[in-house]
């Protein structure tokens, strides 16, 4: 058939992207080079430096539906492009986060290489956070 690719099977079909053995092998090598921060020590952080910045890094259906209140949102696919517009210094501390604490890990590597130099992730994202008990902000979203 003209026009047509290959079928060829894919043992990730169907799974969501995280769950990639190229993009475990990413996030792997991303956290040596990353500090990671767990939600208790990250709540303690929030509440000792008013200056820092959590920047959650998910999809945009994922910010609409539950968050942790006070952040910024800037979807991993537009980091690089959107980051030093909200955060334009870059000796401010930023917590990054995702559901998982995958895409967070990868975000922060990549703040690092842009010369962000006080950046964690948070361990666990927000999942560790919520089953920690710490406060999820489920209302509408900031405009």
């Not at 990413?26 to 990250?42: C, M, P, Q, S």
């Amino acid at each position: 058939m003209v026009g047509r690719l290959p079928q060829r099977a894919n043992r990730f079909a169907g799974q969501p992207c995280w769950r990639g053995s190229f993009f475990q092998a990413l996030v792997k090598d991303a956290r040596t080079r990353v500090k990671e921060i767990g939600a208790a020590n990250f709540s303690v952080l929030r509440k000792e430096d008013p200056t820092l910045v959590l920047v959650d890094v998910r999809e945009d259906n994922e910010w609409n539906n539950r968050r942790i209140a006070g952040a910024i949102h800037v979807g991993r696919g537009v980091l690089e492009l959107n980051i030093e517009s909200k955060v334009p210094r870059k000796s401010t501390p930023i917590v990054v986060y995702c559901q998982g604490g995958g895409r967070s890990a990868v975000a922060a590597d990549v703040l690092g290489k842009m010369g962000y130099t006080n950046v964690s992730s948070l361990a666990g994202g927000l999942a560790a956070y919520a089953a920690a008990g710490l406060p999820v902000d489920s209302a509408s979203p900031p405009k």
